[in-house]
C-alpha cells in the first residue's frame, strides 16, 4: 500500500509539474495578446523602439477587413485583409510566438503593397482575437496555414497566386507547412528567423535561463501532450523544406541572440537547390529589416520579381 500510495504521490508531481510547465511555455491567455506596443526591450531593441511604434501606427491606419477562418480542429481563426486591387497575387503573413501582425509585420507591410500585393495578416491560433489557448510552435500552426490558403483559393480564386510570410515561429509554421502538399498556387515562401524545430529552440532556452533540459524537456513534452494535445516533435521545419518544391527566401539576423543564425544556416543547407539564404550582420532576432532596410528590400524585391513576376 506505502507503495502505492508513493507511486500515487509521483504521479500527481509529475503531473503538476508538467502542468506548470505547459502554463509557461504553451498556454496563452489571448486576452493578454493584443497590445501591438508590447515590445521586448533589450540593448538590441531599444534604440529601434521609436521606429517600430511609428511603422505599428502606420500599419493600423490602413483600412483593413476582418475575416475568418475554421480551423481543422475548430477553432475560429481571425485575421486581417488588406485589399489593392482585384487580381493582385496574395501574401499570407504569419506572426512570431506571443506577437501580433501590425508588430511583427510593421515593416514588411508596406514592402509588399508596394510590390502589388493584396494581404491577409492571420491572428495565429491562441493569440489576439483567434480561439484557442495553446501555441504548437508550428505544429498544429502549419495546419492553420492550410486553411488560409483554403480561404484564399475560394474568395480569390485557385489562380491566385499566393506568397506565404513568416516571422520568427511564423517563419518555422510557413516552413513545416511547405512540406505538405501545398496547392500549386502557393509560388513563394519568406521566411524570417526560423527555428529548426520546437525541441531546438525551447532546448535553447531552458540553457539559456540555466534549467537543465534534460528534466525540464520531458515535462514541457508530456504537458503539451497532456494539457496541450499535441506532441512538440510532431513537425520539423528543416524535414519539411528537405521536400519542398517551392522556392524560399530565408533571412536571419547574424546577432540573433533567441533564434541562432545556425539555425537558418541548417534549414537552408538542407534543400539548396530551393532555398537562398541571405544573413544580416549585426541583426538581432527578426530586426534584419531594421538593421539594412536598403540590403532587406532589395532581397526580397528581386526574389519577388523572379518567382512571381518572370
Not at 531599444?46 to 475568418?68: D, G, Q, W
Amino acid at each position: 500500500m506505502i507503495v502505492l500510495y508513493c507511486a500515487l504521490a509521483l504521479a500527481a508531481i509529475l503531473l503538476g509539474a508538467a502542468y506548470v510547465t505547459y502554463r509557461m511555455v504553451f498556454y496563452s491567455p489571448n486576452k493578454t495578446q493584443n497590445d501591438d506596443f508590447s515590445l521586448p526591450v533589450s540593448d538590441q531593441t531599444k534604440p529601434l523602439l521609436e521606429t517600430i511604434k511609428t511603422m505599428i501606427r502606420e500599419v493600423n491606419a490602413i483600412p483593413y477587413e476582418r475575416v475568418s477562418v475554421t480551423s481543422f480542429d475548430g477553432l475560429r481563426l481571425a485575421g486581417r485583409y488588406y485589399h489593392q486591387r482585384d487580381g493582385a497575387p496574395l501574401a499570407i503573413l504569419f506572426h512570431g510566438y506571443r506577437g501580433t501582425p501590425a508588430r511583427d509585420f510593421s515593416g514588411g507591410t508596406q514592402l509588399y503593397r508596394d510590390e502589388g500585393f493584396n494581404l491577409l495578416m492571420i491572428e495565429e491560433r491562441a493569440h489576439c482575437t483567434s480561439e484557442g489557448h495553446t501555441v504548437t510552435f508550428g505544429v498544429k500552426e502549419r495546419q492553420d496555414c492550410l486553411k488560409w490558403i483554403e480561404y484564399a483559393q475560394k474568395r480569390f480564386g485557385e489562380d491566385t497566386p499566393v506568397l506565404l510570410c513568416g516571422i520568427s515561429m511564423g517563419a518555422a509554421t510557413v516552413l513545416m507547412a511547405s512540406g505538405l502538399r501545398l496547392p500549386d498556387c502557393v509560388k513563394g515562401i519568406i521566411a524570417d528567423a526560423p527555428f529548426t524545430n520546437p525541441k531546438e529552440i525551447i532546448v535553447k532556452v531552458c540553457r539559456d535561463r540555466k534549467l537543465p533540459p534534460r528534466i525540464v524537456w520531458p515535462l514541457l513534452r508530456l504537458g503539451a501532450r497532456i494539457y496541450g494535445g499535441f506532441d512538440p516533435t510532431g513537425a520539423d521545419a528543416a524535414e519539411a523544406v528537405k521536400r519542398s518544391p517551392v522556392p524560399i527566401l530565408l533571412i536571419h539576423g547574424e546577432d540573433d541572440r533567441f533564434v541562432p543564425c545556425e539555425m537558418g544556416r541548417r534549414i537552408a543547407a538542407v534543400n539548396p537547390d530551393r532555398v537562398e539564404l541571405h544573413t544580416f550582420p549585426r541583426a538581432g532576432h527578426g530586426l534584419s529589416f531594421l538593421v539594412d532596410r536598403p540590403r532587406y528590400e532589395q532581397i526580397a524585391r528581386t526574389f519577388l520579381a523572379r518567382v512571381f513576376h518572370s
